[in-house]
C-alpha cells in the first residue's frame, strides 16, 4: 500500500506517518515544512521518520517531497511519479488565533491548496482521500455532544471558516467525479511532538520555567482533549474503509454527515470533554511543580466547550479511544523533558 500524506512534518501527521511505517505500507510525504513554529522540531520529526523507515520498510519505504501544496505543477508531479493508493490529508494552516491577523494564509494553505489535492486526486482515480478538518467548524453551535448529523454552518473564526468549506469542496467531487472522500473533525489533539503554540506544550514550559500561565475564560471552559495515539488509530481505521454511498440518504431530509455520492464526515475526539483547569492541574502533577495563573477572560473566536459525539466512527471502524487525560500528559510532560533536556 503507497499512501500519500501531506503534512507529515506535522505534529499528527508525524504520528501518522511513523504508524503507516511501522505498518509495512510506502508513505509518501508531501509538506512545506515552514516556519509558522519552530522549523526544527519539524526537522526533528523528520529524522526520526527516516530512522523509522530504515528500521521497517528500508530507504524506499518513505519518500520526502518539500513543496507547498498550493503549488499545483508540484502536486501534479508527485501524483505522476508516485502514483498513490490512498491519500491522507492532514496539511493546513492551523490556529484559531492566527486567522484573526493573517486569512490570506488560510486561503492559499486550506483553500487553493486543497483545490490543487482534489484535482489531482479526480485526474489520477485516487481510491479514496481522507482529510483533516476540525471541531471548530460547530461554531456557534452549543448542543452537546456535537453531532456530524447536525448542521456546521455558524463559524466563528475564519480558520474553521476555511475546514467547513474543504467539506463542502469534498462533497463536490464525491458527487461529480465518484471520488470517494472522508473528512475527520479532530477535536483538541495533545501528546509527544506536539506544537509549540497549543496550550499543553505553552503550559508545561511555562510551569517548568516558574513562569506564569494565560488561562482563558477563567478556566472554566472544556475541550474534549484527545491522545494523539488514538487520533492516528482513528485516521488509518477511517482510511481503510473507503466512503461509500449512504443508500437511505433523502433530499427531503438530508442528513450533512453522508450523501448518495461516496461522503462522509466523522467526527474523532475523546468523548469525554475536561475542564481547562482539571488539565492543567494534570500537568501540575506532570510536572511536580504548580502553576502560576494568570486569569484572563474568553478570547474571540474561542468557543466555550467542545464534546464530540463519535458514535457513528466507532459503529463504522471499531473506533474507541483508549487514552486516560493523566496517562496521556504524563507522556506528553516525559517527552517533553526529554527533548528540551528540562
Known amino acids: 500500500m503507497k499512501v500519500l500524506e501531506t503534512g507529515h512534518a506535522g505534529f499528527i501527521g508525524f504520528h501518522l506517518a511513523k504508524r503507516l511505517l511501522e505498518r509495512g505500507y510506502v508513505v509518501v510525504g508531501f509538506d512545506v515544512v515552514n516556519d509558522y513554529y519552530d522549523p526544527a522540531l519539524k526537522e526533528a520529526r523528520l529524522a526520526s ?3 523509522t523507515a530504515r528500521t521497517h520498510g528500508g530507504r524506499d519505504s518513505y519518500h520526502c517531497i518539500r513543496a ?16 498513490p493508493d490512498r491519500v491522507i490529508n492532514l496539511a493546513a494552516q492551523p490556529g484559531v488565533r492566527y486567522s484573526l491577523v493573517n486569512p490570506h494564509a488560510y486561503v492559499e494553505s486550506n483553500l487553493i491548496a486543497f483545490t490543487n489535492l482534489l484535482e489531482a486526486c479526480r485526474h489520477h482515480e485516487t481510491a479514496h482521500l481522507t482529510y483533516a478538518s476540525t471541531s471548530s467548524v460547530y461554531g456557534a453551535n452549543t448542543a452537546m455532544p456535537f453531532s456530524e448529523h447536525d448542521g456546521a454552518n455558524h463559524p466563528l473564526q475564519f480558520y474553521a471558516a476555511t475546514k467547513r468549506a474543504n467539506e463542502l469542496m469534498a462533497h463536490s467531487y464525491s458527487h461529480l467525479f465518484k471520488l470517494p472522500t472522508t473528512g475527520l473533525r479532530f477535536f483538541t489533539v495533545y501528546g509527544p511532538w506536539g506544537r509549540p503554540d497549543m496550550a499543553p506544550y505553552l503550559f508545561t514550559k511555562a510551569i517548568l520555567a516558574g513562569e506564569p500561565i494565560k488561562v482563558f475564560n477563567n478556566g472554566h471552559h ?9 487520533i492516528v488509530e482513528g485516521v488509518i481505521r477511517a482510511s481503510d474503509q473507503i466512503a461509500t454511498p449512504n443508500p437511505s440518504w433523502t433530499s427531503d431530509t438530508p442528513d450533512p454527515a453522508t450523501s448518495r455520492a461516496p461522503y462522509r464526515i466523522f467526527n474523532i475526539g475523546n468523548n469525554a470533554p475536561v475542564e481547562l483547569d482539571t488539565f492543567i492541574h494534570a500537568i501540575e502533577e506532570a510536572c511536580g511543580k504548580k502553576a502560576i495563573r494568570e486569569l484572563m477572560p474568553m478570547q474571540p473566536g474561542d468557543v466555550p466547550s467542545t464534546f464530540a459525539d463519535v458514535s457513528a466512527l466507532e459503529t463504522a471502524v471499531g473506533y474507541k479511544p483508549a487514552t486516560s487525560v493523566k496517562d496521556g500528559v504524563d507522556a506528553f510532560v516525559a517527552w517533553y523533558r526529554a527533548y528540551h533536556n528540562v
Open 49 to 51: 521518520l527516516g530512522e
Open 222 to 230: 472544556a475541550r474534549d482533549f484527545t491522545f494523539v495515539s488514538d
Open 68 to 83: 507547498n501544496l498550493a503549488d499545483r505543477a508540484a502536486v501534479e508531479a508527485c501524483f505522476t511519479a508516485h502514483k
